[in-house]
């Protein structure tokens, strides 16, 4: 059982295209985060959500603490943004974290 | 940049042996966490410290062991090694001891390979 599902597993985008990435998790959280990977290894922290809605530059995050879920959008995409995208969640004990199993984004110029 | 430094880049190793992976939070960050990323297992939380006192403790293993320094830099030990221990060891810092107001940043890791 995994207490964090992401989806799609894979996306390919052509260049320009908006793209939608969804999260879902079953356990309470006190925090939810957005993590890019690039092929290189490196991981960035894009967002940590509690609530609401959050933006930076072309990304955006929403999050439903009702219906347990999050959306990751990106707006006029580029093949930089070609990467794994990782949702992960910390209890609301704040003792784990749980991460999500990545969607791997390729954007076609 | 995050500015949070792990060394080494990459380590090899054989099976039985110990290792010690080391990580400089960002200036000003007092808390400290340690992740692992398999091929099989995707990224797991092993364990945070917060100003040289262990925090949370995720699914760290008992061969495993961490502490954090007065200078807040910290060490994560690894015995005994198994070949399934091979993977990605990230550590990442935050300014307080929760995420809720703390965002994260992640050192670019230690390669750990086991042979």
């Known amino acids: 059982k995994n207490e964090v599902e992401q989806s799609p597993q894979n996306l390919t985008a052509q260049e320009g295209e908006f793209i939608t990435i969804n999260c879902s998790y079953s356990?309470?959280?006190?925090?939810l985060h957005w993590l890019q990977q690039h092929p290189g290894g490196g991981i960035v922290s894009l967002f940590m959500?509690?609530?609401g809605k959050k933006k930076h530059g072309r990304l955006i995050a929403t999050i439903n603490i009702q219906e347990k879920h999050s959306s990751l959008h990106i707006t006029a995409s580029h093949p930089r943004d070609s990467a794994v995208y990782i949702c992960?969640?910390?209890?609301?004990?704040?003792?784990?974290?749980?991460f999500g199993t990545g969607t791997s984004l390729t954007v076609i110029p | 940049d995050s500015g949070v430094t792990q060394t080494p880049k990459h380590l090899i190793t054989a099976t039985g042996q110990r290792v010690t992976l080391r990580c400089s939070p960002r200036?000003?960050?007092?808390?400290v966490y340690w992740y692992q990323q398999s091929l099989d297992q995707g990224l797991q939380f092993l364990i945070q410290?917060?100003?040289?006192?262990?925090?949370a403790k995720g699914n760290i293993l008992e061969r495993f062991s961490a502490q954090q320094f007065p200078d807040l830099h910290s060490e994560l030990n690894l015995s005994s090694l198994e070949l399934g221990d091979s993977a990605l060891y990230f550590c990442?810092?935050?300014?307080?001891?929760?995420?809720?107001?703390?965002?994260?940043?992640f050192g670019n890791g230690t390669r750990l390979t086991v042979t």
């Open positions: 990442a810092s935050s300014v307080g001891h929760s995420s809720y107001n703390s965002p994260l940043h």
């Open positions: 356990v309470g959280i006190s925090a």
């Open positions: 959500l509690s609530s």
């Open positions: 992960a969640v910390r209890s609301g004990t704040g003792n784990q974290f749980y």
């Open positions: 200036s000003g960050d007092l808390s």
């Open positions: 410290y917060y100003n040289g006192e262990e925090r």
